[in-house]
């Protein structure tokens, strides 16, 4: 069975910073792209930022100058550094990975279960 498995999200105080960290775990013949997504309640789930297999990075425009998504492929981790933190950052924040399975199979996306980040003021 694959798992991802979110950890990092914490309360921090406005300005602060977190890293989240995002492991996927099972038998993976490849992991393509992989995204962190946030909801905040009564929200729908948006994508905060992007990164390809090939490390190329795409960010929300709300994010765009604190948030960093980078990735460890050997260790099947993906990370997002969030920096200058804003009450408005509160919100669970999920791992998402499109991931193969077998080889000459395509790509089907994976959740994690989510982590909670509360910026207070």
């Known amino acids: 069975q694959v798992h991802l498995v979110e950890s990092g999200g914490s309360l921090v105080q406005a300005g602060g910073s977190l890293r989240l960290s995002c492991e996927v775990s099972g038998s993976i013949f490849r992991i393509n792209n992989m995204r962190w997504y946030r909801q905040a309640p009564g929200k729908q789930r948006d994508v905060v930022a992007t990164i390809t297999s090939g490390g190329s990075t795409n960010y929300a425009d709300s994010v765009k100058g604190r948030f960093t998504i980078s990735r460890d492929n050997a260790k099947n981790t993906v990370y997002l550094q969030m920096n200058s933190l804003k009450p408005e950052d509160t919100a669970v924040y999920y791992c998402?990975?499109?991931?193969?399975?077998?080889?000459?199979?395509?790509?089907?996306?994976?959740w994690g279960k989510g982590t909670l980040v509360t910026v207070s003021s």
């Open positions: 998402a990975a499109e991931l193969v399975l077998e080889r000459l199979w395509d790509g089907m996306d994976y």
